[in-house]
Every structure is written in C-alpha cells, then in structure tokens.
C-alpha cells in the first residue's frame, strides 16, 4: 500500500469515527406503536429547552385491526412553530405498500405499516409584555384566591381531584373517529437534550 493511500485511509476513518460518535443536541428519536385505545411510547424524546430550534424523529408500527387515516399534530407547545416531513424511501417498492402524507395526514395505513415522521420545531418570537400598577393589582387579585382549600384546584376540578398533567406531545389522531392512536411526550431539558429519554 502506498502511503498517500494509508493517509486518506487514516484520516476517513478518524472523521467516521467522529461523525458516529458525536451526538447532535438539537435532535432526538422517539419509537412507538399506533393503535386503536391508543399506542404506547417506547422511548420519550428529550429536547434541548435552550436552543431556538429542535428536531425529532418519530417511527412507528401500527398495530391490527387499525386502518385508515391518522392526523398529526403537534399539542402543548404554544411557544413553538412546527413543520411535519415524511420520511421517504430512496427506492419505492411496487410490493410494498406505503402510506402517502399529504397535509400532516397519513392516508391510507394498514396493518404492520411503518411510519418515519420528521418533526422540525422553532421557538417563536416573543413580545417583551409591559404591565403597569393597575394591572398588576388586577392580575393579583385575580391569581390569589382568599379561601385556601380551593387555591390548588384547577378550573373545572373539585377539590381532591389532580389536575390534568399537560406537557408538550406529538399526537396522532384517528381521522374518522378522532380517537388517539399514539401520544408520544416531548421533555424539554435545561442543558444538552437530544436523548431518546428514559
């Protein structure tokens, strides 16, 4: 071997050796299953809550009987814009059936199909918000109940009852009945993230 042949050689393997060890903060991968009565999770994604953009990519088998149309949308993230891809094959098969998506929309899905979905986040831009004195009093008045059994219950609850634990999720959605087929939760971490959870 020549040795301009062994240095390309060396060198490919260091970078190779690099690219698949570093992990990328802004990304995670979350595993599921869809379902009717609803999938389970395998592994929760976890975002880096610092950074001004996140990706993330769900795959998931769907689970007999289900068939049909499934939404996806993106809940509990207001602070958030989001784009939605399909993750394509390079060669499309004429053996092998594919749902098409079309419109954050999966039509067509069948028994044992797998999905590859792609979810793009960014932080939206906030507004500085300008409260004066009035206001302030208001707003106290308004937060601070005077009667302390009832100050801890959500609106809608009775006391005693949890209220409902709400976080951001990517959820799919039976599209004729609207039932939930799979909620997969997202954790946004202080520092880091790009985890598959635990």
Same mark, same amino acid.
């Given at each position: ?56 990519? @769900?795959?998931?088998? *769907?689970?007999?009987?289900? %068939?049909?149309?499934?939404? $996806? !949308?993106?809940?509990? #993230? ?36 797998? @999905?590859?979905?792609? *979810?793009?986040?960014?932080? %939206?831009?906030?507004?500085? $918000? !300008?409260?004066?004195? #009035? ?64």
């Amino acid at each position: 071997m020549q040795p301009k042949s062994i240095i390309i050689f060396i060198i490919a393997v260091a970078v190779s050796t690099l690219a698949a060890s570093y992990r990328f903060h802004d990304s995670a991968h979350a595993m599921g299953t869809l379902k009717k009565g609803g999938g389970v999770t395998r592994h929760p994604p976890e975002l880096d809550g610092q950074k001004q953009s996140g990706s993330l990519i @769900v795959t998931a088998k *769907v689970i007999p009987p289900f %068939r049909g149309d499934a939404r $996806v !949308v993106l809940e509990g #993230a207001p602070g958030y814009s989001y784009a939605l891809h399909n993750s394509e094959p390079a060669i499309r098969l004429p053996f092998h059936h594919r749902p098409m998506f079309r419109d954050n929309v999966y039509h067509d899905l069948r028994p044992n199909d797998r @999905v590859a979905l792609w *979810v793009v986040m960014k932080k %939206r831009a906030q507004l500085p $918000v !300008v409260i004066n004195q #009035a206001q302030k009093q208001d707003a106290e008045a308004v937060c601070c109940p005077l009667d302390p059994d009832t100050s801890n219950v959500a609106p809608g609850k009775q006391p005693g009852q949890r209220p409902e634990k709400k976080g951001p999720m990517l959820a799919f959605y039976d599209n004729r009945s609207n039932e939930r087929l799979l909620a997969v939760p997202i954790r946004f971490t202080g520092t880091g993230g790009g985890r598959h959870g635990e």
